[in-house]
């Protein structure tokens, strides 16, 4: 079953978030520490994806020309807005607003190599692990957010699998026209990007900044054309050399 591995980790994050929310009696002191251990776990992971790049001039262009596609989207404020339409839905939480919840889950659970690489092997591979491993990290990670930042974090399980279930179904049809070696070099530039990105999640997170990682997200469409296009074009210098 090509979507197991990603509704097992949806099916996580709505469990974390309801353990969560009933266990939000847990003492303020607690939960802050607690929180700032994860902002820190998140950060030196986000640091030890952006070193993966093998090219990393892919990474900076990634990152400035998706930063200007998602400002000019404005993607971070439509994120938000669904999160506040959620939370008109439902009501506010005295613990958080629901759109806080919402939005920092969607972004810890989305941006990364697991999701991908993870949807990727449930695609190729028929193979869960990865997406497995992803799901108890994720169940934990939830419990920790929705204490600290409501019930809203449980509605984030909603685009983790709308995104992870769309590549795990494109990637039963990649092999027949994606070369190996591209996909390969588009992993390991994706995870640097995103590696970046957690980076100021977790900083966002400890509230050091309050950098609108959500407009980054084009990033990674960027990072997989840069991809492409060098790909390309050492195929063809190699070509013309080959002629000569």
């Known amino acids: 079953m090509v979507l197991l591995g990603t509704i097992v980790n949806g099916i996580c994050i709505i469990l974390g978030s309801v353990l969560g929310k009933l266990l939000n009696r847990i003492p303020e002191g607690i939960k802050h520490t607690v929180m700032?251990?994860?902002?820190?776990?998140?950060?030196?992971?986000?640091?030890?994806?952006?070193?993966?790049?093998?090219?990393?001039?892919?990474?900076?262009?990634?990152?400035?020309?998706?930063?200007?596609?998602?400002?000019?989207l404005a993607l971070d404020d439509r994120l938000n807005n669904l999160g506040n339409w959620i939370e008109e839905k439902v009501g506010k939480n005295s613990e958080g607003t629901v759109a806080k919840g919402f939005v920092t889950g969607t972004l810890i659970f989305v941006i990364g190599a697991m999701a991908i690489i993870g949807a990727l092997d449930s695609g190729l591979r028929q193979d869960h692990g990865v997406l497995y491993t992803k799901?108890?990290?994720?169940?934990?990670?939830?419990?920790?957010?929705?204490?600290?930042?409501?019930?809203?974090?449980?509605?984030?399980?909603?685009?983790?699998?709308?995104?992870?279930?769309?590549?795990?179904?494109?990637?039963?049809?990649?092999e027949k026209w994606v070369p190996q070696v591209l996909m390969d070099s588009f992993i390991v530039e994706m995870t640097a990007t995103g590696g970046i990105m957690i980076l100021a999640i977790g900083l966002n997170l400890l509230g050091l900044t309050k950098i609108k990682v959500a407009n980054f997200l084009p990033s990674i469409l960027v990072t997989a054309l840069l991809v492409v296009i060098i790909y390309f074009w050492a195929d063809m210098i190699h070509f013309v050399q080959a002629i000569r």
């Open 135 to 174: 799901s108890i990290i994720d169940g934990f990670t939830s419990l920790i957010l929705a204490t600290t930042l409501g019930i809203g974090v449980i509605f984030s399980a909603i685009p983790v699998m709308l995104y992870q279930g769309s590549i795990a179904l494109f990637a039963t049809q990649i």
């Open 36 to 72: 700032q251990g994860i902002s820190l776990a998140v950060i030196i992971l986000g640091i030890q994806m952006g070193l993966k790049s093998e090219q990393f001039l892919i990474v900076i262009f990634s990152l400035v020309f998706g930063a200007i596609i998602g400002e000019y």
